[in-house]
């Protein structure tokens, strides 16, 4: 581990995060692993898939 990260948590436990910061980092990592969930559970759409084949493209 590098060095500057012991300074970071050092500062970190010094001078700890707004319960508002704290709660907004919560929400964005709940908010991805629910995003993960559901790709697992359902799979990835076709029609967002760049270049599937979903759709024909019309070649001059």
């Known amino acids: 581990m590098w060095p500057v ?5 050092a500062r970190w ?3 700890p995060p707004s319960v508002r910061q704290v709660v907004l980092v ?12 559901f790709e697992w559970l359902f799979g990835w759409p076709e029609a967002l898939t760049p270049n599937s084949g979903g759709v024909p493209r019309i070649r001059p």
């Open 5 to 9: 990260w012991f300074l970071r948590m």
């Open 13 to 15: 436990v010094r001078r």
């Open 26 to 37: 919560v929400v964005v990592i709940a908010l991805c692993l629910a995003i993960a969930g």
